[in-house]
């Protein structure tokens, strides 16, 4: 038996595929179930009108597990704006400078990619 990884449209799919005995005909592979490929995640929905030029973005991949900040509220250089939820972890993605908080980009449960805009400060 041999094992093959296939990626089909971006979806991974393991095969296992047996081999026939010497001087007998291949047998046909038999093919692995079918998988619903995963519906790409939905991009942050557009700023408020009012959106700052600071951008408070994610370092990793993952899951918004929390939003911390709201708009309109005062934060400082460090403090957390989202929390995030990477392998099993939380992650708070903070301010990158003192501001207020324009826009919150993001809500709880919302897939995001390394370096999405979570947030705008002004």
Known sequence: MKNYT?????VA???TVEEAGAGSTPAAPKAAPKAAPKAAPKAAAA???GAGNIQVKAGAAGKVF????SV???VKAGDPVVII???KMEIPVVAPED???????VTVGQEIAAGA???TLN
Do not use: R
């Not at 296939?6 to 971006?10: A, C, D, L, P, S």
């Not at 929390?66 to 900040?69: G, I, L, T």
């Open 6 to 10: 296939i990626t089909v449209n971006g």
């Open 13 to 15: 799919y393991d095969v």
């Open 47 to 49: 700023p408020a009108a």
């Open 66 to 69: 929390k939003v911390e900040a």
């Open 72 to 74: 309109g509220q005062a």
């Open 85 to 87: 939820e990477a392998m």
């Open 99 to 105: 501001g207020t908080v324009a826009s919150i980009d």
């Open 117 to 119: 805009v979570l947030a």
